[in-house]
């Protein structure tokens, strides 16, 4: 079935600093793509998507490129705050289907 | 607009009780689904609904069960509690189903089975 492989950390990052979490997939056909965040205590909330090959998801300085021949959808950042201190799930969902496959998660952790 | 409503946000039972979830979803919405959230497991997908219709089912057993009603809030029941069952229970609403919209997470309800 569909899989997807992240970066499990935990990571801490001082503030500035660059960010990049790995995220690879294992699916057939052409999966639609997703970043997650889940700030302690709250539910999760869709930081950025990408539905098809070389599209490219950004919201709130986070960037990710869907890359199709290397199965992969990393999400980078260029300069973290310690705002970002939360937990990110890279997941991934089949055409005309609500149901999301999720990474481990990553906790990153931000010091000022 | 108020978000996605879960109920009781915090349940204590115990090994073989039974126990009823319930989720609200964004007005308008009418898709509805459900995961559970452990350490050891990470997310994994519960069900589906819309339009009080199951569109699709995870690999749980069939201990977890669930429903939708005509006004779209959503419960889900597991029976005969274990141990393994504890977790956080994330409920997601969307307006239609299709994985087009992007879905909305409530802040889940803690369940801990002792």
């Known amino acids: 079935g569909d899989s997807v492989t992240q970066m499990e950390g935990p990571v801490t990052l001082s503030e500035e600093a660059f960010l990049t979490i790995n995220c690879t997939y294992t699916?057939?056909?052409?999966?639609?793509l997703f970043w997650y965040v889940q700030y302690p205590g709250e539910g999760l909330q869709l930081l950025l998507k990408?539905?098809?090959?070389?599209d490219k998801g950004s919201n709130k300085g986070f960037e990710a490129t869907y890359r199709k021949e290397t199965t992969s959808f990393h999400l980078e950042k260029g300069s973290v705050q310690v705002s970002d201190s939360a937990v990110y799930f890279c997941?991934?969902?089949?055409?005309?289907?609500?149901?999301?496959?999720f990474g481990k998660g990553m906790k990153l952790t931000v010091n000022p | 607009k108020a978000g996605v409503t879960q109920t009781p946000r915090y349940l204590i039972k115990t090994r073989g009780q039974q126990v009823t979830l319930s989720c609200s979803p964004i007005?308008?919405?009418?898709?509805v689904s459900w995961y559970q959230q452990t350490p050891g497991q990470g997310l994994q997908f519960l069900f589906e609904?819309?339009?009080?219709?199951?569109?699709n089912k995870g690999n749980f057993p069939g201990r977890f069960s669930g429903r939708q009603f005509s006004n779209s809030r959503s419960e889900m029941n597991v029976s005969t509690l274990e141990l393994g069952d504890s977790a956080l229970y994330l409920c997601?609403?969307?307006?239609?189903?299709?994985?087009?919209?992007?879905?909305?997470f409530g802040p889940g309800t803690r369940l801990t089975v002792l």
């Open positions: 997941a991934l969902s089949q055409g005309g289907s609500e149901k999301l496959v």
């Open positions: 609904y819309f339009s009080e219709t199951q569109r």
């Open positions: 007005s308008g919405h009418r898709s």
């Open positions: 997601a609403s969307s307006p239609l189903a299709g994985g087009i919209y992007e879905q909305f």
């Open positions: 699916a057939t056909g052409y999966p639609s």
């Open positions: 990408a539905t098809k090959a070389d």
